[in-house]
């Protein structure tokens, strides 16, 4: 009987994805993917080290899985236990001394090794093994692309890393420096992508628009060139690419945005604050007007683009002022959807140690933006009412005889359907709004 393992994913798209590769390097040993961690062979928490909570999340879970670590034990079997993403390479030793239980510590960059790690955890009861080097060789080449079904939609990292190091950031310290993969291989693992069903691709990086693989004709590829070539794949619908950072959309990338119908009219354009003191202190490199009038320019280029963003409040020495231009550049952008959050310090990033802004003026402001940037969704969900839009039929939904999928903008979008339509793009005529929704029927 084919071994289990069963893979917990916290945080961004990236763990996602990278949790979707290491299914894929322990299918290749021979194991089936299971969606619970009772009973299975081996257990992966895939962790986030972008919150503090997120990182005690990561021990409590742990202390969850000890009875059925022992209801397996008794059963005369072992389940190996193994913590993997951002709370493994930062924590690394740190947590098998906190927590025994744990087998294996995997960072990101070296998952083409879990099935070793797992093979000595499991076959040679070796516990403690932490791994959490950056190594040379590109781990996604030794991880063969799975046989398991598809859905219509995939995420494919194009770019890992981060050399700009805001203040407030862990990434460039957990995932390490910009790394940009081959286009060739993001060409064939597309194309693969394709053959298996996917119509839309989701183009991943911590820093993807700093995109700059090299080319199958031996020069350098921006993203802008990786998506141009990736519009020519026969079967692909849909493009899309996330996160980026405002000092790297280049001109050809505003431009692509005119010129690819493939690529989708949203992106997420995080600005993290709207005071240039607040935006010095925590190293973004840019000024408010200038990300204004980067969005003036995109906007031309792409007249129905929908705007996305991050938002912090309460970084080290923000005061009532700052908070206000936060407030006066989320106005006259006007966004789609964004996610706010509160500062939260983060060891061994440079704003950790700088004087705090109260908790309680914190979650003020987070309740002002959070008002202002829910009655923007409403106001942009709303303009849709009547209107008729492709949309791409992803999943079932709640109610049976419904699907769900995903308009350009990326709302979701309820409708009745058959469930076999699931890969389909169909006109809808978009009949409600809801907060975080829209439902509608077909054309
Ligand atoms: S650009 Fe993004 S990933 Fe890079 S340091 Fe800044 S916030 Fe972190």
């Known amino acids: 009987m084919a071994k ?28 089936e993917l299971t969606d619970m961690a009772e009973g299975a062979d081996l257990v992966v928490l895939n962790t986030c080290h972008i919150r503090e909570k997120a990182t005690e999340k990561t021990y409590s879970e742990l202390g969850r899985l000890k009875p059925l670590a022992e209801a397996k034990a008794q059963s005369g079997s072992k389940m190996v236990i193994g913590v993997a993403g951002c ?17 294996l510590v995997v960072g990101p960059q070296a998952y083409h090794r879990l099935p070793q790690l797992a093979r000595r955890a499991s076959e040679h009861n070796a ?19 799975a046989k398991r079904a598809l859905g219509p939609t995939a995420f494919l990292t194009v770019q890992e890393g981060c050399d700009k ?16 993969r081959p286009a060739e291989k993001l060409l064939r693992e597309a194309r693969e992508l394709v053959a298996r069903g996917v119509v839309e691709i989701t183009l991943l990086g911590q820093n993807v628009n700093a995109y700059h693989g090299m080319g199958p004709d031996g020069r350098e590829w921006s993203l802008a060139r990786l998506l141009h070539a990736l519009a020519e794949i026969d079967g692909l619908k849909r493009l899309r690419f996330t996160t980026s950072h405002p000092n790297d959309m280049s001109e050809d990338l505003i431009a692509a945005h005119g010129e690819l119908e493939i690529l989708m009219p949203y992106l997420h354009l995080p600005v993290q604050a709207g ?19 980067l969005i003036e320019r995109i906007r031309k280029a792409r007249p129905d683009l929908a705007l996305s963003g991050d938002f912090i409040v309460g970084f080290p020495g923000e005061d009532d002022a700052d908070f206000e231009q936060t407030m006066a550049l989320v106005r006259e952008v006007g966004y789609a959807q964004a996610y706010s959050f509160k500062y939260s310090a983060r060891p061994g990033t440079p704003a950790a140690g700088n004087d705090q802004v109260p908790e309680e003026v914190k979650a003020a402001r987070l309740a002002a933006l959070q008002d202002l940037l829910n ?50 793009i169909v006109e809808v ?14 054309a």
Do not use: W
Request: net charge negative.
């Open 4 to 31: 289990k393992v069963f893979i917990k994913t916290y945080g961004c798209q990236m763990n996602v994805y990278d949790s979707q590769r290491m299914a894929d390097a322990m299918e290749a040993e021979g194991y």
């Open 87 to 103: 709370v493994a390479q930062a924590e690394g030793e740190e947590i098998v001394r906190r927590q025994p239980l744990v087998d």
């Open 127 to 145: 516990a403690g093994l932490v791994e959490t080097e950056f190594p040379a060789e590109d781990k996604f080449d030794h991880i063969p692309l």
């Open 165 to 180: 190091f805001c203040a407030f950031c862990v990434v460039p310290y957990t995932r390490g420096a910009e790394l940009s």
């Open 275 to 293: 005071s240039d003191r607040i935006l010095k202190a925590m190293n973004r490199k840019h000024s408010a007007a200038e990300y204004l009038s």
């Open 375 to 424: 009655e923007q969704q409403a106001r942009f969900n709303s303009r849709c009412v009547g209107q008729t839009m492709p949309i791409l039929l992803e999943k079932p939904g709640r109610e049976p005889g419904q699907l769900v999928g995903r308009s350009p903008y990326l709302q979701p979008v309820h409708l009745n359907a058959a469930a076999e339509r699931v890969g389909e």
């Open 429 to 442: 005529r978009i009949e409600q709004a809801m907060r975080n929704s829209l439902s509608g029927v077909e």
